[in-house]
């Protein structure tokens, strides 16, 4: 008998429905559609409407979830929530997620780990089941990034959109699911992308507020050169671990933060655009949705089928790194 391993069963996804083109944020800030495309990709974003919290649009995407498994809230047997826009500090989001769910057999928690969030969450939750201390583990990734965002800042609010994506893990002998994964941090990264007050360090005060310090702030350079370098290595080293190259992987799902920084790591890899999925025009850089909404667009676009190799890969402020191999399973969406 195979290795018991945790198998993706059903994709959930939610974006709202108040779309953010590049022209519309011309009016917001000093910035043009031809500037933002060439730059990052992006063509347009969604938003949530002022005073929407994270664990609403998760919600929606759990909801779809479950609905695509034929399953109920009720047999859920934890939840781990990606984000770094938690609805408060305290208690975690995956705390009030589970309530509006109803799921009162499960407990859960919330991850750190910004744009590779939802991949540190999905081989945490993977262990749970691999074990066989858990049989059903919601993971979700996801962000309203507009609640961070500084409207005055045009190299930053250009880049983000708010997006939530779910995915079920079960356990499964059959040779598919979460084969592998390696992770990292340098935590030297700190400065170069981060929110400066909120936290012990520089807690709330009004002249925290009036410097305008509680949201994203990040210098592009020097983070564009560390994830295009991460990326690709992440990859590779999840690759070569198991005996396999680019020419083995059916699909190459990366964090939607920069078309270019995707672009770098696809040709590192050697891989053609039809194994490659970019759905940023769509979406923006959604954080931890970015991954879980790409495996999404992939679906729709029937690039998807039990059995593929799939190689997931991000990088985020921390800095954070993930990379994980997947053999896809025959999944509800």
Not at 203 to 230: I, M, N, S, W, Y
Not at 282 to 302: F, K
Request: glycine content about 10%; some cysteine; hydrophobic content about 40%.
């Amino acid at each position: 008998m195979s290795k018991v391993r945790a198998r993706i069963t059903a994709l959930g996804r939610y974006v709202p429905p108040r779309v953010v083109t590049n022209a519309d944020l011309e009016k917001l800030v000093d910035t043009n559609d031809e500037w933002i495309r060439t730059r990052t990709g992006i063509r347009q974003r969604h938003y949530v409407e002022p005073g929407t919290p994270t664990s609403e649009i998760a919600l929606h995407a759990c909801r779809d979830a479950l609905h695509k498994r034929g399953i109920g809230a009720d047999e859920l047997d934890l939840i781990i929530v990606a984000t770094v826009t938690p609805d408060m500090l305290f208690p975690a989001t995956a705390c009030l997620l589970q309530d509006k769910l109803g799921a009162k057999k499960a407990w859960g928690f919330d991850v750190s780990a910004a744009c590779s969030g939802f991949l540190y969450a999905l081989t945490m939750g993977a262990q749970f089941v691999e074990t066989g201390a858990h049989r059903k583990v919601l993971v979700v990734g996801a962000d309203v990034m507009t609640s961070i965002l500084d409207f005055q800042d045009r190299a930053t609010c250009v880049l983000f959109g708010d997006g939530a994506g779910a995915v079920l893990l079960e356990p499964g002998d059959d040779g598919t699911g979460i084969l592998d994964f390696s992770h990292e941090v340098d935590g030297s990264g700190e400065p170069y992308l981060h929110m400066v007050a909120g936290g012990s360090r520089r807690p709330t005060t009004r002249e925290t507020v009036d410097q305008r310090l509680h949201f994203v702030r990040q210098e592009g350079g020097h983070v564009f050169k560390f994830a295009v370098r991460k990326m690709a290595e992440i990859s590779l080293r999840v690759l070569e671990r198991n005996g396999l190259s680019g020419a083995d992987v059916d699909l190459f799902v990366a964090h939607q933060a920069n078309i270019r920084i995707i672009d770098a790591a696809q040709q590192r890899l050697g891989l053609p655009d039809d194994k490659v999925i970019k759905n940023i025009d769509r979406y923006g850089n959604t954080t931890a949705g970015t991954i879980p909404l790409a495996l999404g667009t992939a679906l729709d676009e029937g690039r998807l089928k039990a059995g593929d190799t799939l190689v997931l890969a991000s990088v985020g402020a921390g800095f954070t790194v993930g990379g994980a191999l997947v053999k896809w399973s025959g999944v509800n969406w």
